[in-house]
């Protein structure tokens, strides 16, 4: 299995650098890949923030790369979660955190934007100070 980082991924949807992507390209078609969280959670705020992807974009390109049969996370289920959350309107980040501490009896955070979309959306319990 081989770890992929995120200018991989960025290469493999952008398709910006033609070398690069041919290369992503190759190894996606080829080998068992492992993508941890970290590298998606990454990989959403640079085409946010760097080529101003919108939100359902990401969510439809994540998506797919999440379902590939040779990619591995370490915890599908909840990056399943925390996309659905995402496509919802919740902010990423936000998103894969709630969805990584399902295990939890609460959330706590002091980011009210937070709390008001997990509450609206009826997810764990976030307290707020």
Known sequence: MIGVDTNVLVRLLTRDDPVQTAKADTVFRK???FISETVLLETEWVLRYAYALPPESIYKAFFKLCGLPN????NPIRMRTALEWYSEGMDFADALHLALC???REFFTFDLK???K???HGRCKVIEP
């Open 102 to 104: 399902q295990d939890c």
């Open 71 to 74: 990619v591995t996370l370490s």
């Open 114 to 116: 937070l709390i008001r």
């Open 31 to 33: 080998a068992s890949l």
């Open 118 to 120: 997990a509450q609206n």
